[in-house]
């Protein structure tokens, strides 16, 4: 009997961590038990990208400390790491090109790693008009599989106006492949059978059930830091530390970007309504 061939893959999650929880970390080792019981996948990475400070939703703090409050959080892991990537961008880029950064730099060749400062402008360029041919030379280029991991909320995203545009999500998801975390009231299953776009390509989705039910939002979080309550045990120890020792989250920080139109909302819309 031919023994099936087990495909490496590295998960990419981006979002505003904002601050990091336990459950975006536990989202990691879900979808890495849900992929590898498979016995198709053998998870060898995980990636945390968290968006620039151009994204501009309310309550954002500094891209600087959500970086630091990440690599906080995973310091004592051996296959998550944190990318400042996305971070640096002086403005806000659509998770399709984040995917596409992400997916050059695993195909790049060890002979190209000690030039990647080297041509970091002329390659960001390069992840706009290549995607294209990205999409035609996966299935024959060997190395991991980028998949995206997210959580239901982001899944059923999809479905707000001007929040994604349409080619992105058939890049993402027909391309690279999603993982999606279940949540409590969610319903992935419907959800995806509910879109065409994505039950074209519903096998590239795959959908982790939380039979642990851990509702951790940092919302929440948020709201309880600037009341002055306890946090302890949803987020790291080292990050509830950094958070207290810089007196990051108030009802002054809540108010960041109040009046400001979302990033991809104000893209979308000016696109729509000029067109």
């Not at 995980?46 to 939703?57: H, L, W």
């Not at 002086?90 to 400062?117: F, I, P, Q, S």
């Not at 992840?127 to 909320?153: F, K, T, V, W, Y």
Request: net charge negative; charged share 25%.
């Amino acid at each position: 009997m031919q023994k099936q061939k087990v495909t490496e893959v590295v998960l990419l999650a981006c979002g505003s961590f904002n601050p990091i929880t336990n459950m975006h970390l536990r989202m990691f080792e879900l979808a890495r038990d849900h992929l590898q019981d498979t016995g198709q996948y053998s998870v060898v990475k995980g990636i945390i990208s968290p968006v620039g400070d151009a994204y501009r939703k309310k309550g954002l703090i500094e891209a600087s400390h959500r970086l630091e409050m990440a690599r906080l959080a995973t310091a004592n892991s051996d296959w998550i790491k944190v990318d400042d990537w996305e971070s640096l961008q002086a403005e806000w880029l659509e998770t399709a090109k984040v995917v596409r950064h992400h997916y050059e730099e695993l195909h790049a060749g060890d002979h190209n790693k000690d030039d990647v400062d080297t041509v970091h402008h002329s390659k960001k360029r390069r992840i706009d008009e290549n995607h294209s041919e990205i999409s035609r030379h996966q299935e024959r280029r060997d190395g991991p599989q980028l998949m995206l991991l997210c959580g239901a909320d982001v899944l059923e995203s999809f479905a707000v106006p001007n929040l994604w545009k349409q080619e992105d999500i058939a890049e993402i998801v027909g391309c690279h492949g999603l993982v999606c975390i279940t949540r409590s009231g969610s319903d992935p299953y419907k959800f995806i059978h509910q879109s065409d776009d994505l039950w074209q390509h519903h096998r590239n989705i795959h959908v982790v059930h939380e039979w642990i039910t851990n509702e951790i939002s940092a919302t929440h979080v948020r709201r309880a830091l600037r009341r002055g309550y306890s946090v302890r045990y949803l987020l790291p120890e080292n990050v509830i530390d950094y958070i207290q020792e810089r007196r990051l989250y108030s009802a002054e920080s809540e108010q960041k970007n109040a009046d400001i139109i979302l990033a991809p909302l104000q893209r979308y819309t000016s696109a729509s309504s000029s067109s």
